[in-house]
T-cell receptor, first 114, second 110 residues
Framework: DAGVIQSPRHEVTEMGQEVTLRCKPI?????LFWYRQTMMRGLELLIY????????DSGMPEDRFSAKMPNASFSTLKIQPSEPRDSAVYFC????????????FGPGTRLTVL | DQQVKQNSPSLSVQEGRISILNCDYT??????FLWYKKYPAEGPTFLIS?????DKNEDGRFTVFLNKSAKHLSLHIVPSQPGDSAVYFC?????????FGGGTRLMVKP
């Protein structure tokens, strides 16, 4: 079975540009999570969805960040405009309700904003 | 404030010996705890978990212990193997949300 799929794996962009990160959760999973990993703050939750509905976005750093989940098999995290301090590794994770609280992570997208 | 802490940033162990990784938490609402292993350029991989109603869970070479009164959990790896060298994160769940510790880099020397 395919795990969580993220694209692109690496993204290099210039300050002020729009960046879109993509995630395909594991089929049948109804929860989807976006995380960011930095040296300073470690792994932190940005937002999560349940059945395609955003439930908690308190971790989204500012209005430049937005996330959508138009259907059960696809989610995007968008940064507009991007800034150098957004450089980090962004992970997507998913889990199935009623089974356990275990989240399964994708390989991540390494974002570099110059 | 850090609700989940891993106070040892790194740990070095000889192959075949026991590795013990520790994690402390402050939030009494955490009801489920997990350990993840992470290799460079990969996402965290789930290793083992434990519910707050238990004090021990074992899976092969990996055992997680939970001491609720001390708000402390530990991961034991016996015997340690060079392939176990990675960064280990503990995570705690409350209300569908995971809070991660800062990670411990384990190095298992042949």
């Amino acid at each position: 079975d395919a795990g969580v799929i993220q694209s692109p794996r690496h993204e290099v962009t210039e300050m002020g540009q729009e960046v879109t990160l993509r995630c395909k959760p594991i089929s049948g999973h109804d929860y989807l999570f976006w995380y960011r990993q930095t040296m300073m703050r470690g792994l932190e939750l940005l937002i999560y969805f349940n059945n395609n509905v955003p439930i908690d976005d308190s971790g989204m750093p500012e209005d430049r960040f937005s996330a959508k989940m138009p259907n059960a098999s696809f989610s995007t995290l968008k940064i507009q405009p991007s800034e150098p301090r957004d450089s980090a590794v962004y992970f997507c994770a998913s889990r199935a309700s009623g089974v356990s609280d275990t989240q399964y992570f994708g390989p991540g997208t390494r974002l570099t904003v110059l | 404030d850090q609700q989940v802490k891993q106070n040892s940033p790194s740990l070095s162990v000889q192959e075949g010996r026991i590795s013990i990784l520790n994690c402390d938490y402050t939030n009494s609402m955490f009801d489920y705890f997990l350990w993840y292993k992470k290799y460079p350029a990969e996402g965290p991989t789930f290793l083992i978990s434990i519910s707050s109603i238990k004090d021990k869970n074992e899976d092969g070479r990996f055992t997680v212990f939970l001491n609720k009164s001390a708000k402390h959990l530990s991961l034991h790896i016996v015997p340690s193997q060079p392939g176990d060298s990675a960064v280990y994160f503990c995570a705690a769940n409350a209300g569908n949300m995971l809070t991660f510790g800062g990670g411990t880099r384990l190095m298992v020397k042949p």
